[in-house]
């Protein structure tokens, strides 16, 4: 089946480490994305991807990082100076960045 | 720049019973809009989309969307809800381009037998 693979689908994280979330897709989708999600503030942009080794920042990148080496892959790595981490990660690709489909995201806590 | 408003952050509904939610947009001209539904702990599920043409979509799930220029809304509607509905549903829209897509902050749907 196509579809969006997130793993872990939690996480947990210690202070001062940093961690990377899984992102793999099928579906031969050109674009690849990732968002946070904290209850009430619906769904904020991370990073964005049109094409391989390609990407851009969006609304809140600062303390992430990310890489697109491959086409079916997009990891993001929660560094350390994101002092706030604790959120619902999603995944996300596009084949003409208009629908934007979803994985089943990844739980990540700090403790 | 783009929004979207979904004002009603809790809806409570009876098994059976009709269902609207409202989405209203601002955006100059006319933008790609979505509806997602999103049960606890999952990732998104696409509901429905409108591109252009028929104002009234339909979408999976039973679930249908009426677009409306003149009031800029893009409203949820379902005739009869089920049990299996509760969830978050999340209206969505795109300018154009890979980043311009904006998400509403959601609306809880609750089902009561």
């Known amino acids: 089946d196509g579809g969006i693979t997130q793993s872990p689908k939690y996480l947990f994280r210690k202070e001062g480490q940093n961690v990377t979330l899984s992102c793999e897709q099928n579906?031969?989708?050109?674009?690849m994305y990732w968002y946070r999600q904290d209850p009430g503030q619906g769904l904020r942009l991370i990073y964005y991807?049109?094409?391989?080794?390609?990407?851009q920042k969006g609304d809140i990148a600062e303390g992430y990082s990310v890489s697109r080496e491959k086409k079916e892959s997009f990891p993001l790595t929660v560094t350390s100076a994101q002092k706030n981490p604790t959120a619902f990660y999603l995944c996300?690709?596009?084949?003409?960045?208009?629908?934007?489909?979803f994985g089943e995201g990844s739980w990540l806590t700090v403790v | 720049a783009q929004s979207v408003t979904q004002p009603d952050i809790h809806i409570t509904v009876s098994e059976g019973a009709s269902l609207e939610l409202r989405c209203n947009y601002s955006y100059g001209a006319t933008p790609y809009l979505f509806w997602y539904v999103q049960s606890p702990g999952q990732g998104l599920q696409l509901l429905l989309k409108y591109f252009s043409g028929d104002t009234l979509v339909q979408g999976i799930k039973g679930f249908e969307a009426e677009f409306k220029r003149s009031q800029s809304s893009f409203n949820l509607r379902k005739p009869s809800v089920h049990w299996s509905d509760a969830a978050e549903y999340f209206c969505a829209v795109n300018s154009g381009g890979y980043q311009k897509v904006t998400f509403g902050t959601g609306t809880k749907l609750q089902v009561i037998p």
């Open positions: 996300a690709s596009s084949s003409d960045g208009n629908t934007i489909y």
């Open positions: 579906l031969n989708h050109d674009a």
């Open positions: 991807s049109q094409i391989v080794n390609d990407f």
